[in-house]
Each structure stands twice: as structure tokens, then as C-alpha cells.
């Protein structure tokens, strides 16, 4: 089968590097072009799927993600608290739904659940589900039997990010590795979970590392239903507070160009071509310029609400005005075009 039609028949295939990079050497123009036709024979170009987001339980995590405010082992200032009550979740998630969402995500600052944690986390996803939405989670590394458990709740989908490339992963962590995240990615699969999977840019990573980023992703067999690509918050106390480019391509005044950001969504986009790929963290800080090339480029899900986990995102009302100007509309449930992913 040819690459095309394999796309076309949303098929996977394996990826090399120097393909992946390839792609984002293009010119930019002509990746746009590669991107939006992919896309087009996918999905609905304007329709755009809202996921909320929900920080159930928030700082104090063991972990030293070098970019996260939620690690106990950096000073972010940022106030401890401890797992939410049922009752305030579901209020949240009814407010989310009311106000156009169709996924609500429920994050926890944790290495991964104790038992006791996961009984009620999955009371919040079946009361959650019980509302009519698609329920998400990100808890960290499972343990044998609790993917099954989230299953037997009504999770739809389990968030787990590769990150970076693992080349650059111990850089930016040392509590855990790679591996254990493809570890607890295997167990949501084996669960029947949708896979939510991604990872940040701008780290001070090469173009290489971002290229290899896509290519893990893309490699995953089957391919995550969702691809969260982040733009690194620099959050003031974490170790990446201060991140550089550290020149090369993709690097624009010392920083992450704005263009290489949509380079990484429409690389996901062709390489994933019926995944879900979400335009996440740093919205506020691209600008609508920015986001609007990164619909273009193949991007088709947001986060919608004025918060991340602990950090501001665009609110409500901007991002309706947004789409309105662009043209975009919220996708339904299951709006894919291809049955089952
Ligand atoms: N503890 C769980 C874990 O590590 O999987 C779940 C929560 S963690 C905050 C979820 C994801 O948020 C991370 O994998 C990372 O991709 C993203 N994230 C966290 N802090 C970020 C930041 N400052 N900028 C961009 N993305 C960030
Ligand atoms: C993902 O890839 N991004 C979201 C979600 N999955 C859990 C989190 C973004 C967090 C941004 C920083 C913060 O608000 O703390
Ligand atoms: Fe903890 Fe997750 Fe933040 Fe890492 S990314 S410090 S595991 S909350």
C-alpha cells in the first residue's frame, strides 16, 4: 500500500528519523499544504474538539519534572491541596459541559495512585460519565489492575505524555524513566483505554529531539487517539524557568520560534493522521496568530476553559470570538471520519 493510501485508510506504518525530519525541514509552506490535505481526508477541517481540564489534586507530587509546578522538590510558591471531593468535581465538569466541552480530564500531581486514591478517582469518572461526557485522566504510573479498574469506572481515555524523545528524557527527569512511561502506556491499551499522549516543545531541546518526540509518538502501535503537543509554560521555581534554545533550527532570539511550534503540530498531524492532535499549554503566550496557523496545520482539539492544571489558558469567551473569526466550530462526540478512532 502506498503511503498515501495508507493514510487515507488511517492505517499506521512505521516511521524512520530522517523521515520525521525531513518533514520538518520542509519548507513551510509546503509542510502546511502536506499537513492540511492529511487532515482533510480525516477529519472535518473546522471542527475543533473541546476537552476541560481539572487539577483534582494539586502540588506536593514526589516527581522532578524539570518543567512542572507541581513538584514538591521545586519552590513554585504554589499551595498544596489534597484530593477533591466528589461533589466539586462533578459541579466542575457540569460547568465544563454547559459551557461547550465534550471531555473533561481529571489531573492528579502524583508518581502514580495509591488504591485507596484510585476507589475514588473512579467514583469522580463514573459520576463524571454519568453526565454525558467523555471522562479523562492523567495519575502518573499505574500499577497492575488499576488501568482495569479506571476501565470497569467508564474511563474513555487515560493521559500519559512521552514528553521528550528519550534521548533528552533523563535531562529533564530522573525519578523515572521512558520506560516507565511506555510501561504504563501498555497497560491503559491492554486495558481498552483510549491512549491521550503527547509532549512540550521548547524545552531547550534540539529539532532532533522534537523530531524524535513525533516519531516515538508516531511509532506507537496502535497510534494515540489524542496528541497533546504542549508549548512549555515557564513557570517562575521550576529548573526550566529559564529554558534557551540552544540555537540551531527552530530557534529564534534564544527562544523556541513561534513557526517551529506549528512545524511540531502539523509534523504530529501528518505522522498521526487520524489522531486527535490537541493544541495545549501556552495558548495565552502564542497568540491568536500563532494558534490560528496551528489549526491550520492540521491541530483539531484545544483546551477550553481559563485554566490548565495550575496555570491560565485563553477563557470562554476569547476563544468563542476566536472561532467565530476563523470560521471553527466545537466538534460533537465522536465527530471523527473514521469509525473507531
Ligand atoms: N502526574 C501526572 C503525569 O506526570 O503524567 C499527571 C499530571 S502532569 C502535570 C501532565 C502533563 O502536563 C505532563 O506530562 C506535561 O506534558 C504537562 N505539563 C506539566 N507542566 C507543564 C508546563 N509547565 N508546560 C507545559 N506542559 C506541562
Ligand atoms: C497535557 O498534555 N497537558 C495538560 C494535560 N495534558 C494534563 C496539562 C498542561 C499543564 C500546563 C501547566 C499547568 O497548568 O500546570
Ligand atoms: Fe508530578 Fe506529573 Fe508534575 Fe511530574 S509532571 S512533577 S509526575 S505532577
Given at each position: 500500500?502506498?503511503?498515501?493510501?495508507?493514510?487515507?485508510?488511517?492505517?499506521?506504518?512505521?516511521?524512520?528519523l530522517?523521515?520525521v525530519e525531513?518533514l520538518f525541514a520542509?519548507?513551510?509552506?509546503?509542510?502546511?499544504?502536506?499537513?492540511?490535505?492529511?487532515?482533510?481526508?480525516?477529519?472535518?477541517?473546522?471542527?475543533?474538539?473541546?476537552?476541560?481540564?481539572?487539577?483534582?489534586?494539586?502540588?506536593?507530587?514526589?516527581?522532578?519534572?524539570?518543567?512542572?509546578?507541581?513538584?514538591?522538590?521545586?519552590?513554585?510558591?504554589?499551595?498544596?491541596?489534597?484530593?477533591?471531593?466528589?461533589?466539586?468535581?462533578?459541579?466542575?465538569?457540569?460547568?465544563?459541559?454547559?459551557?461547550?466541552?465534550?471531555?473533561?480530564?481529571?489531573?492528579?500531581?502524583?508518581?502514580?495512585?495509591?488504591?485507596?486514591?484510585?476507589?475514588?478517582?473512579?467514583?469522580?469518572?463514573?459520576?463524571?460519565?454519568?453526565?454525558?461526557?467523555?471522562?479523562?485522566?492523567?495519575?502518573?504510573?499505574?500499577?497492575?489492575?488499576?488501568?482495569?479498574?479506571?476501565?470497569?469506572?467508564?474511563?474513555?481515555?487515560?493521559?500519559?505524555?512521552l514528553d521528550t524523545a528519550?534521548e533528552f528524557?533523563?535531562?529533564?527527569?530522573?525519578?523515572?524513566?521512558?520506560?516507565?512511561?511506555?510501561?504504563?502506556?501498555?497497560?491503559?491499551?491492554?486495558?481498552?483505554?483510549?491512549?491521550?499522549?503527547g509532549g512540550i516543545v521548547g524545552m531547550g531541546e534540539s529539532r532532533r529531539v522534537r523530531a524524535g518526540l513525533i516519531l516515538e509518538l508516531a511509532?506507537?502501535?496502535?497510534?494515540?487517539?489524542?496528541?497533546?503537543i504542549n508549548m512549555l509554560?515557564?513557570?517562575?521555581?521550576?529548573?526550566?524557568?529559564?529554558?534557551?534554545e540552544q540555537?540551531g533550527e527552530g530557534a529564534?532570539?534564544?527562544?523556541l520560534d513561534?513557526f517551529e511550534f506549528v512545524r511540531t503540530i502539523a509534523v504530529a498531524?501528518?505522522t498521526?493522521?487520524?489522531?486527535?492532535?490537541?493544541?495545549?499549554?501556552?495558548?495565552?503566550?502564542?497568540?491568536?496568530?500563532?494558534?490560528?496557523?496551528?489549526?491550520?496545520?492540521?491541530?483539531?482539539?484545544?483546551?477550553?476553559?481559563?485554566?490548565?492544571?495550575?496555570?491560565?489558558?485563553?477563557?470562554?469567551?476569547?476563544?468563542?470570538?476566536?472561532?467565530?473569526?476563523?470560521?471553527?466550530?466545537?466538534?460533537?462526540?465522536?465527530?471523527?471520519?473514521?469509525?473507531?478512532?
Amino acid at each position: 500500500m502506498s503511503d498515501l493510501s495508507q493514510a487515507r485508510a488511517g492505517v499506521a506504518r512505521h516511521w524512520s528519523l530522517a523521515e520525521v525530519e525531513a518533514l520538518f525541514a520542509l519548507p513551510f509552506n509546503d509542510l502546511m499544504f502536506q499537513a492540511q490535505t492529511v487532515h482533510r481526508q480525516h477529519f472535518d477541517a473546522n471542527a475543533v474538539q473541546l476537552s476541560t481540564l481539572l487539577s483534582i489534586k494539586t502540588g506536593g507530587c514526589s516527581e522532578d519534572c524539570g518543567y512542572c509546578s507541581q513538584s514538591a522538590r521545586h519552590d513554585t510558591g504554589l499551595e498544596r491541596e489534597k484530593l477533591m471531593e466528589v461533589d466539586e468535581v462533578v459541579a466542575a465538569a457540569r460547568a465544563a459541559r454547559d459551557a461547550g466541552a465534550t471531555r473533561f480530564c481529571m489531573g492528579a500531581a502524583w508518581r502514580g495512585p495509591k488504591d485507596k486514591d484510585l476507589d475514588a478517582v473512579a467514583g469522580m469518572v463514573r459520576e463524571v460519565k454519568a453526565l454525558g461526557l467523555e471522562t479523562c485522566v492523567t495519575l502518573g504510573m499505574l500499577k497492575p489492575g488499576q488501568a482495569e479498574a479506571l476501565k470497569a469506572a467508564g474511563l474513555d481515555y487515560y493521559n500519559h505524555n512521552l514528553d521528550t524523545a528519550s534521548e533528552f528524557y533523563g535531562q529533564v527527569v530522573t525519578t523515572h524513566t521512558h520506560a516507565d512511561r511506555l510501561d504504563t502506556l501498555a497497560k491503559v491499551r491492554d486495558a481498552g483505554i483510549h491512549v491521550c499522549c503527547g509532549g512540550i516543545v521548547g524545552m531547550g531541546e534540539s529539532r532532533r529531539v522534537r523530531a524524535g518526540l513525533i516519531l516515538e509518538l508516531a511509532n506507537l502501535d496502535p497510534q494515540p487517539e489524542s496528541v497533546p503537543i504542549n508549548m512549555l509554560v515557564k513557570v517562575p521555581g521550576t529548573p526550566l524557568a529559564d529554558a534557551a534554545e540552544q540555537g540551531g533550527e527552530g530557534a529564534l532570539n534564544g527562544d523556541l520560534d513561534p513557526f517551529e511550534f506549528v512545524r511540531t503540530i502539523a509534523v504530529a498531524r501528518v505522522t498521526m493522521p487520524a489522531s486527535h492532535v490537541r493544541l495545549s499549554a501556552g495558548r495565552h503566550e502564542l497568540g491568536e496568530g500563532v494558534q490560528a496557523l496551528c489549526f491550520l496545520a492540521g491541530a483539531n482539539s484545544i483546551f477550553h476553559g481559563d485554566k490548565l492544571l495550575t496555570t491560565g489558558n485563553p477563557d470562554v469567551t476569547a476563544d468563542q470570538a476566536l472561532f467565530a473569526r476563523l470560521g471553527l466550530r466545537a466538534e460533537p462526540v465522536s465527530g471523527r471520519r473514521c469509525a473507531g478512532h
